[in-house]
């Protein structure tokens, strides 16, 4: 048997850990796996459960039946979705279902897979549930936590799984995948991908339409403002995404990136992803310190969040706003 984990670009940490399990025969049953929107969660929740119930030499062949339902819908692959009909959360109820349903034997495949998307709203006493499945897995069962943040999830828990985070690619990897992209030339790729964080799955995101010029316009004057310590424009840069949760979650995940670059900039820590800087960032970085600036990213980031996970939007961006303030007017 032989692996063809190309699919997902990069990730080598993540890959080869994968990879070594498969070959070994020792796959662990539970998986962590983190990172943004656009980082290529699903696209390993794809492969690995391609991987693991494919019945070709070269996994995954494509051809083989199990192949082929896992990517229409294989009856062994079970997705845990929180924000089915505006729910915010997983509770421990629908866990406990899972757990009965887990020890049932899979009905075509050698194994199941359980995909829990959006981990961290996952409720307590659900992940204390999921703790238990993780204790004791049963036989050919696994599953794979899909977050955006880690912390957000019981310490217990984290211990009896493997965590890994999604890794942006390199710049020249990542300008090579969204080459294809119509429209985009070097310079929306650049832009894109700085937004994005060097997510490929997001830079396309911002690509598509009028997310590029708005996620660009927002984390300027994010930045901007925020160098310049002027509370009003600072206040400003969400009104025209208030209303819109897509949009302000673009705009969000484009300043979390550029608050992120900033801090890169100001630590001197080399870029692995070789990004261009922009003036925003410089000049941020030179006039806010290092607390603050953690500060903000945190903030921004559980913003992020509350924005996925069906938080009023208005709410969010006002308090994110005040938080912000607050933190600026710190400067440590
Ligand atoms: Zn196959």
Redesign the pocket.
Known sequence: MRLDLTELKGNNTLLSAFSAAVTSGRVPHTWIIEGPDGSGKHTFASLFC?VM????EL??????????RAAAGHIDVHYIVPLKSDRKTVGVDEIRALREEAYINPTSARCKVYIVEDAETVTPAGQNALLKLAEEPPENVYFLLLTRNRHALLPTLISRAVCYSMEPLSYADAKAALGRVRGADDEKIETALRLSGGFVGTAKEFLKGETLASGISAAEKFLEALAANDEYALMTCFSSVSDSREKARSVLTAIAAAVAETIRVKSGMPDASKLPIGDAERKAASAVGFGTLAGVYERVTSAENDVAAYVNVNAALTELTINVAAARRENK
């Open positions: 391609r119930m494919c019945d070709g996994r995954p062949c494509g051809e083989c039946g199990n192949c082929k």
